[in-house]
């Protein structure tokens, strides 16, 4: 069955960098988009950033410059990195694939000092 498991959340100081990472099985996956999402306490989950399969990304507006989608198929594994961490990038990160509708359990990210 189709399967994705985040990790690299972590506690990291303003200005700090993490990369996340999102293991995938079960699929076809050099054929499929993938994207992450996040969720900050007590607001909606939003799209963060998302890669086709060819390699186009978008990402949210406030995250432009900072964060970078990148995916390498031959490990079925999709990565964010996030550097210049703001406090406002504090939130659980999740890995979605679209055409399965599924999501990871996600990964908490939290930017304090």
């Known amino acids: 069955q189709v399967q994705v498991v985040e990790s690299g959340g972590g506690l990291v100081q303003p200005g700090g960098s993490l990369r996340l990472s999102c293991a995938a099985s079960?699929?076809?996956?050099?054929?499929?988009?993938m994207r992450w999402y996040r969720q900050a306490p007590g607001k909606e989950r939003e799209l963060v950033a998302t890669i086709t399969s060819v390699g186009t990304y978008r990402y949210e507006d406030s995250v432009k410059g900072r964060f970078v989608i990148s995916r390498d198929n031959a490990k079925n594994t999709v990565y964010l990195q996030m550097n210049s961490l703001k406090p406002e990038d504090t939130a659980v990160y999740y890995c979605?694939?679209?055409?399965?509708?599924?999501w990871g359990q996600g990964t908490q990210v939290t930017v304090s000092s």
């Open positions: 079960g699929f076809t996956f050099s054929l499929d988009a």
């Open positions: 979605y694939v679209p055409g399965y509708d599924k």
